[in-house]
C-alpha cells in the first residue's frame, strides 16, 4: 500500500457518511501494522534519516512520549478516560496510582490486546477499551475527573480537534481537565519526524502553536499548563 492510498476495510463509532471516516482508517491501518510487526517498505532516503534508526531500534519512542502524569497526575478513584490509549495501561504505573482506566481507541489490535490483558494486571482499576473515534467517545456526560490523549492529534487537522474538545468537554466533569499534546513545529527533529510518519502510512499536520490556542480558545476551553518536550509539547486545560 502507498502512503496515499487508504485502507477501506476498517469501521469505528463513526458514521458511514462521516467525512473524517477515511482519514481514521488510514491512522489505524497503519498502528495496526506496527502492532502486528509488519515490515514497512519505505524509500531508502528516508531509511538513511537518523530518526528512522531510532524509530527501528525503539530509540525513538522514550525522546517522543509524552509524561501526562506530569502536569496531571491521576488521582486515587479518580474516573480516568485516555483517548487513543494504545496499550497504556500496561505501560503506565496506573495501579501505583489507583485511578480507574477507561479507553478509547481506532485500533482493534491495541483494543483486543488491552481488553485480553487489562483485567489480569487489574480488574479492579481496568474498566475496558472502547473501539471508536475520538470526535464521538462512547461515554456518558459529565463521567470523568481526566482526559488524556497524547501521541496522535498531528494525524488531524484543527478541524477535527475542534470536534474532538466538543467531545471532551461533554465527557468530562464540571472539575476535570483534559490533557493533550500538540506536534511543536518550531523543535528541530519535529520536520523528519513529520517525514517519517507520512511514510510510515498516516499524514502528518504540522500546525503553529498559535493556532492551536485559537482553537482551544474558541472551544470555550483555557490552558492551565504547559511542557516541552523533545518533539511534542502537552497542555494541560479546563472548560
Avoid at 99 to 110: K, L
Avoid at 113 to 128: D, E, P, V, Y
Avoid at 174 to 199: R, S
Avoid at 206 to 232: D, H, M, S
Wanted: hydrophobic share 40%; aromatic share 14%; glycine share 6%.
Amino acid at each position: 500500500m502507498s502512503k496515499n492510498s487508504t485502507p477501506t476495510s476498517f469501521t469505528t463509532n463513526s458514521h458511514p457518511s462521516d467525512k473524517w471516516q477515511d482519514r481514521i482508517a488510514q491512522v489505524a491501518y497503519r498502528f495496526n501494522r506496527q502492532y502486528q510487526n509488519e515490515t514497512f517498505e519505505l524509500p531508502p532516503e528516508v531509511q538513511a534519516m537518523p530518526i528512522f534508526q531510532e524509530w527501528t531500534t525503539g530509540v525513538l519512542t522514550s525522546r517522543i512520549f509524552s509524561p501526562f502524569w506530569e502536569i496531571a497526575h491521576p488521582k486515587k478513584n479518580q474516573h480516568c478516560l485516555d483517548i487513543g490509549c494504545g496499550v497504556s495501561f500496561l505501560i503506565y504505573p496506573w495501579r501505583d496510582w489507583q485511578a480507574f482506566f477507561y479507553g478509547q481507541e481506532i485500533s482493534n489490535m491495541a483494543r483486543d490486546t488491552l481488553n485480553a490483558r487489562g483485567s489480569q494486571l487489574n480488574s479492579k482499576l481496568f474498566k475496558g477499551v472502547e473501539l471508536g473515534a475520538s470526535h464521538h467517545l462512547n461515554y456518558a456526560s459529565g463521567q470523568f475527573d481526566l482526559v488524556i490523549a497524547t501521541g496522535f492529534s498531528c494525524y488531524f487537522p484543527l478541524e477535527y480537534w475542534s470536534a474532538v474538545l466538543q467531545e471532551v468537554k461533554r465527557v468530562l466533569k464540571p472539575t476535570g481537565q483534559f490533557v493533550f499534546d500538540i506536534l511543536n513545529q518550531e523543535q528541530p527533529l519535529a520536520e523528519d519526524w513529520a517525514v517519517l510518519e507520512t511514510y510510515l502510512g498516516a499524514e502528518v499536520f504540522l500546525e503553529p502553536a498559535t493556532e492551536w490556542e485559537k482553537t482551544i480558545k474558541a472551544a470555550g476551553a483555557r490552558v492551565v499548563t504547559q511542557q516541552l518536550g523533545e518533539i511534542f509539547e502537552l497542555y494541560k486545560v479546563r472548560f
